[in-house]
C-alpha cells in the first residue's frame, strides 16, 4: 500500500533527497508564480480558485484498483492545465497537496516537496505537452476535446508515478536491489488503471466547461473565429 502511495509518506525517502525535491519544487513554483502572472486576467482569476476548489473535492473520492489492492483518485494535473494553463494548474493542485498534508495528513509533510514535484509539477507538465501536441492534430470539436483531455490524463498519471519511483531509486528507505524494475512496472500498471479513472473525469469536466464558456478553456485560448471579409468600397458605398 504504502509504496503504491502518490502521496508519499514521511519515511519513505530519506531525508537528504526529500530535502533536495523540495528546494526543486520550490524553485519551480517560484517560476509558476511569475510566469503564471502573465495568464491571470479577469476570467483566469477566478477560474483558478475554482478549478483548486474543484480538484480538492474530487480528490476526496476514491475508487478501487482491484487488480492491485488500492484506491486511486484524481491527480488534477492534465485538467487544471487544460483549464487554466501550466502555470497556474501547477500551482492549484500544489496548494490542494499543502492543504491535503498540513489539513487532513495526506502524505508525509517532510515529503512535501516530493509530492508537490510528481502531482504538480510532471503531472502537470506531461498533460500539458500532450495537450499541446495533441490539439495540433485534433479536430477541436467536443469528441477532440474529449480525446485530448483522456489521453492527456491518462499519461500524464502514468508518467508522475514513475517520479516517485526515481525518487525511491536516489533515497529509498529500503533497498530494493534488482526489484525496482518491479516497483516500476507495478506503479505503472496501478496508475495505469487510476488514469483511467482520472481520464473520465478530465474529459467529461473539460467537454462541459467547453459547451458552455469555450472562452474559460485555456487550451482553446488559440482559437479565434475567422474574421468576415471586407466588402471592397464602390462609389462611396461600402
Same mark, same amino acid.
Given at each position: ?89 501547477? /500551482?492549484?493542485? %500544489?496548494?490542494?497537496? !499543502?492543504?491535503? =498534508?498540513? @489539513?487532513?495528513? *495526506?502524505?508525509?509533510? &517532510?515529503?512535501? #516537496? +516530493? ?84 481520464? /473520465?473525469?478530465? %474529459?467529461?469536466?473539460? !467537454?462541459?466547461? =467547453?459547451? @458552455?464558456?469555450? *472562452?474559460?478553456?485555456? &487550451?482553446?485560448? #488559440? +482559437? ?15
Amino acid at each position: 500500500m504504502e509504496t503504491l502511495a502518490m502521496h508519499i509518506s514521511n519515511g519513505i525517502i530519506n531525508g537528504p533527497v526529500a530535502a533536495i525535491f523540495a528546494a526543486l519544487a520550490l524553485a519551480t513554483l517560484t517560476v509558476c508564480v511569475l510566469r503564471g502572472r502573465r495568464d491571470l486576467d479577469d476570467r483566469l482569476a477566478p477560474m483558478a480558485g475554482l478549478v483548486a476548489a474543484f480538484i480538492f473535492a474530487v480528490q476526496m473520492l476514491n475508487f478501487p484498483i482491484f487488480t492491485a489492492g488500492v484506491s486511486g483518485h484524481l491527480l488534477g494535473g492534465a485538467l487544471a492545465a487544460m483549464l487554466v494553463g501550466p502555470w497556474v494548474g501547477a /500551482l492549484c493542485v %500544489a496548494v490542494v497537496l !499543502v492543504v491535503q =498534508a498540513l @489539513v487532513f495528513g *495526506d502524505g508525509g509533510v &517532510a515529503m512535501l #516537496g +516530493l509530492n508537490i514535484t510528481n502531482m504538480a509539477l510532471i503531472g502537470t507538465a506531461a498533460g500539458y505537452l500532450l495537450i499541446a501536441l495533441l490539439l495540433r492534430v485534433l479536430p477541436r470539436t467536443p469528441a477532440g476535446l474529449a480525446v485530448t483531455a483522456f489521453v492527456s490524463a491518462l499519461v500524464s498519471v502514468v508518467v508522475a508515478s514513475q517520479g516517485f519511483v526515481l525518487e525511491y531509486w536516489l533515497g529509498g528507505t529500503t533497498d530494493l536491489g534488482s526489484n525496482l524494475a518491479g516497483l516500476a512496472g507495478t506503479m505503472a500498471g496501478a496508475h495505469l488503471f487510476i488514469g483511467i479513472g482520472e481520464g /473520465l473525469i478530465t %474529459a467529461t469536466t473539460v !467537454v462541459t466547461v =467547453a459547451k @458552455v464558456r469555450p *472562452d474559460l478553456v485555456y &487550451a482553446l485560448r #488559440g +482559437l479565434r473565429p475567422a474574421a468576415a471579409p471586407t466588402v471592397p468600397a464602390v462609389g462611396g458605398v461600402r
